[in-house]
């Protein structure tokens, strides 16, 4: 597990029993904790355990998502527009749903280029590209998020970086993380890997400066 990885909330506000009780720290050691797996995430969805709520299963730990602001919205419409428009007939454009990136990890990007097809039995566990629109959660983006999209062999991760105006795109994905991250302005224009023909200009995607 990256050594980036949040820690459980609880590490911070300390824990909370029925009784009243509260402890500073976690008494249970990390190594005695049993993650869960994936096809039981899934089947607790189904189940409607998280109807209310906006989760993801990552290294087997249950964690909430990042809310979406205006400048979030904007980028995921922005290239859901582009890329179904592109790609329509030839690949499958997701927009923050499931992906099956272990047996223990099922992260919902932003924005997913996958091959074609129904996924009704499994969430798709192959991506061409994987988006994700980053502001208040840019570090972890940058981090585990990273670790893991590389992880899985995902080729190419786009960061729309809100924080800088700009696209950060990690190639050459390996166990511990993309050797090569690229930055990309306004005036630039970018690839989807798999797709040569289809061109992103970064100026399409980032909110209008005001």
Not at 115 to 133: H, K, M, N, T
Not at 172 to 201: C, I, K, M, Q, S
Request: aromatic fraction near 8%.
């Amino acid at each position: 597990m990256p050594s980036n990885f949040p820690p459980p909330a609880h590490r911070n506000t300390g824990l909370r029993y029925a009784c009243g009780m509260s402890l500073a720290h976690d008494p249970v050691p990390l190594d005695r904790l049993r993650p869960l797996k994936r096809v039981e995430y899934e089947r607790l969805a189904e189940l409607g355990a998280f109807r209310d709520e906006k989760v993801e299963l990552v290294y087997g730990r249950i964690i909430r998502m990042s809310p979406i602001g205006g400048p979030h919205r904007y980028g995921v419409s922005r290239l859901n527009e582009l890329l179904v428009r592109a790609l329509e007939g030839r690949a499958r454009v997701e927009i923050q749903m499931s992906f099956a990136a272990s047996d223990d990890s099922e992260p919902e990007p932003d924005v997913a280029v996958v091959p074609l097809g129904d996924y009704l039995e499994a969430p798709p566990s192959v991506a061409f590209l994987l988006i994700e629109v980053a502001q208040s959660s840019l570090a972890d983006d940058r981090g585990w998020k990273a670790t893991l999209y590389a992880a899985c062999g995902v080729p190419e991760y786009w960061i729309v970086n809100l924080v800088d105006d700009v696209i950060e795109v990690h190639r050459e994905p390996g166990a511990n993380g993309y050797a090569r991250v690229t930055r990309h302005g306004r005036d630039e224009e970018l690839r989807v890997p798999g797709f040569e023909d289809v061109v992103v200009r970064v100026g399409e995607v980032l909110p209008p400066r005001r």
